[in-house]
Structure formats: structure tokens, C-alpha cells
């Protein structure tokens, strides 16, 4: 099982462009949501897609979007790309249960890096 | 809205010792989970530990054990017998039952045991 994998780790992006991130769930997983976590700052809840679609947004611009494939792959979309976008990106993936919870399980992050 | 407040930014052990961080929240919501997470310097983030706000029972996990107090909305972790490759940032995590599977985290607590 590869877990939750993102890609790509790295990117460097200067101010006003547009960037994808992309997420592959764990096995089994039907729902991904995306954190941002600045530096030195606890993850930042962006938004969550289930069955393609959003679930639930964080104080976020729509700046930000996404979408889900469906093979639950997901991606992140940022627009007008500003300094202070700068993060860590961390994709999660869970099973979604009526009444529950399972584990959400985090990919490693993409570091993007506005210039 | 929820809230979670990590009062130590930065601790500091010796090998071998226990160690307990802190995590206070704030919510009006009456079942909720609760997380610790270990993030080391690979980035990806680790499960520690969970507690179901129903279970007046403090969870445990080998080394890993919770002092869950709701009424206090206070859940610290304690970590017995430290050892090196557990430095890490930790974040305490909040999560609501009904709705999406939103995780809310602290501002994370350094933690550094050394030899």
C-alpha cells in the first residue's frame, strides 16, 4: 500500500502565476482534504472533496480551488499566485462512515515557494 | 467555531524521561475526537494517538498515553520513557463527529529529547 502521495514535493512559483498540486489517496480512502501549513504554524483546513465533490470549505479565497477525479485522486488550484502562499501543502485521505471517523492519513506535503 | 490552544511552544527532555504537553480547546459541540499528531522533520504527518470524546477512558498506546478532561476541554499528552526519535513538532487536533471530517490543530509544541 503506497499510502497518500503528492506530487510534485518541490515547486517554485513567482507571484501572479497559477499552480496544481496533486494528491493520490491511500487504498480504499474516498475523501481528500487539503491543509495549508505556513511556517512554523499548525495546518490551515482548506477544503474537502467526497464523491467529486466539495464538501466543505476553509477560510480560504477562491483563489484556491479543486477538483476530484473519479479514482479519488485529487488536485489544488491556486490562482494569482501571492507571496504569502508560501506553505507547506499537506493532503489527507479517509474513509468516509455515517456516524464515524477513520483515520486521516497525510501525504509527505508539496513545499511550494513564491518568488 | 472550534478552537485549539498549544501553550508550550518549544520542550526539552533528556532521553529516558517523561514528558507531558498540553492542548485546551474550545468547542460547544458534546462528541467530538480528539488527535495528537507528530510531524518530524520529513513532514508527513503521524498519527499518535486518538480520543473519543464519549469514552471517559484515557486512551493509551504504548509509550503514549492522554489525560483526556472534558470539562476542563483539556487533553494533554504524555510520552513515558522518551526516546530520540521522538523529536518532533506535535500537534493536538480537534474533529467534529457530524459533518465533514475537518480536522482544527493547534499552533504545535517543538520537541526535542536529547541524548
Known amino acids: 500500500d503506497a499510502g497518500v502521495t503528492q506530487s510534485p514535493t518541490h515547486l517554485i512559483k513567482t507571484r501572479g502565476q497559477q499552480v496544481t498540486l496533486r494528491c493520490s489517496p491511500k487504498s480504499g480512502h474516498d475523501t481528500v482534504s487539503w491543509y495549508q501549513q505556513a511556517l512554523g504554524q499548525g495546518p490551515q483546513f482548506i477544503f474537502q472533496y467526497y464523491e467529486e465533490e466539495e464538501r466543505q470549505r476553509g477560510n480560504f479565497p477562491d483563489r484556491f480551488s479543486g477538483h476530484q477525479f473519479p479514482n479519488y485522486s485529487s488536485e489544488l488550484n491556486v490562482n494569482a499566485l501571492l507571496l504569502g502562499d508560501s506553505a507547506l501543502y499537506l493532503c489527507?485521505?479517509?474513509?468516509?462512515?455515517?456516524?464515524?471517523?477513520?483515520?486521516?492519513?497525510f501525504g509527505q506535503g508539496t513545499r511550494l515557494t513564491v518568488v | 467555531a472550534q478552537t485549539v490552544t498549544q501553550s508550550q511552544p518549544e520542550m526539552s527532555v533528556q532521553e529516558a524521561e517523561t514528558v507531558t504537553l498540553s492542548c485546551t480547546y474550545d468547542t460547544s459541540e458534546s462528541n467530538y475526537y480528539l488527535f495528537w499528531y507528530k510531524q518530524p522533520p520529513s513532514r508527513q504527518m503521524i498519527l499518535v494517538i486518538r480520543?473519543?470524546?464519549?469514552?471517559?477512558q484515557n486512551a493509551t498506546e504504548n509509550r503514549f498515553s492522554v489525560n483526556f478532561q472534558k470539562a476542563a476541554k483539556s487533553f494533554s499528552l504524555k510520552i513515558s520513557d522518551s526516546q530520540l526519535g521522538d523529536t518532533a513538532m506535535y500537534f493536538c487536533?480537534?474533529?467534529?463527529?457530524?459533518?465533514?471530517?475537518?480536522?482544527?490543530f493547534g499552533q504545535g509544541t517543538r520537541l526535542t529529547i536529547n541524548p
Open positions: 480520543q473519543e470524546a464519549y469514552k471517559q
Open positions: 487536533a480537534f474533529m467534529k463527529i457530524q459533518g465533514a471530517q475537518k480536522l482544527v
Open positions: 489527507a485521505s479517509s474513509l468516509a462512515l455515517r456516524g464515524g471517523v477513520t483515520e486521516a492519513f
